[in-house]
């Protein structure tokens, strides 16, 4: 067995990263984690003052970090261009991809078409264009790691979310169907479905969701971030497929 320093580090150091939603909770959280292991990071989101504060926040607390990025938003066209013009021309390429963006969604009954139509664009069709450019620059040098950020919504599929319960059913198809298609150019595809995750998607005040992470009932977006560091953490020859992540006591 490895030095556990080498083990979780020699898969990320100098890699090139892209994390969608990587301003914020999941996204955020495992940019920092990755940085802090030498990787050369890709962080963006819709929000100007969120990109701020993070980059600010991650180049202060690492000064010799190679961060990059911009606000975009995963919907727009003309944004993903600029997003993989940066991976092309000062990045030199991508290694990882981490799709994490992604926006939370009542039911039918409780939002109007026009809303579900830009969730949908955002947690579905955002995946599948950030893949497909991924992968376009993966398929040449025959490696690269996609990991699809679901949720454990895919298996509650509670009443009360039927819209973005659907967008994460569809991950999980997506998923796994990517993963027949691009494995055999040696290109790992993983789904990792959290349960409950302190962010701006869950209901409460951040005051009540860090007493359900107290209880046990949620976790933090650090646990996330550690999570994914292990699935992208292990050789070439262990492809970890799926990974389920639940608070102690979120009983699913």
């Not at 009954?109 to 950030?130: C, H, L, Q, R």
């Not at 059913?169 to 990517?178: E, H, M, N, P, Y």
């Not at 962010?199 to 992470?213: A, L, V």
């Not at 971030?225 to 006591?249: E, G, H």
Request: charged share 25%; proline share 3%; with cysteine.
């Amino acid at each position: 067995m490895k030095n556990l320093n080498e083990y979780f580090g020699s898969n990320i150091k100098q890699k090139n990263i892209v994390i969608t939603g990587g301003t914020t909770g999941i996204g955020k959280a495992t940019a920092e984690l990755l940085i802090s292991l030498g990787a050369r990071v890709l962080i963006f989101g819709r929000d100007q003052e969120d990109f701020d504060a993070t980059f600010e926040e991650i180049t202060a607390k690492y000064p010799d970090a190679a961060l990059f990025g911009a606000p975009a938003d995963v919907t727009n066209e003309e944004d993903i261009k600029m997003i993989f013009d940066i991976v092309d021309l000062e990045m030199g390429g991508i290694d990882i991809l981490i799709n994490n963006a992604g926006l939370p969604a009542q039911g039918i009954t409780d939002s109007a078409n026009d809303e579900w139509k830009y969730v949908i664009d955002t947690n579905i069709k955002g995946y599948i264009d950030f893949a497909q450019q991924a992968v376009s620059r993966m398929k040449s040098q025959k490696s690269g790691h996609i990991v699809n950020v679901g949720s454990m919504s895919a298996e509650t599929q509670s009443g009360e979310s039927t819209i973005y319960v659907t967008t994460k059913l569809a991950i999980r198809g997506f998923t796994s169907s990517l993963r027949k298609e691009i494995n055999p150019l040696e290109i790992k595809v993983s789904l990792i479905e959290p349960g409950a995750v302190m962010s701006d998607m869950q209901p409460g005040t951040k005051e009540e969701q860090r007493e359900k992470i107290e209880k046990l009932e949620m976790l933090e977006a650090d646990d996330l971030a550690m999570s994914i560091l292990f699935v992208l953490s292990q050789p070439k020859r262990c492809d970890i497929v799926t990974m389920q992540v639940r608070p102690l006591l979120q009983i699913i």
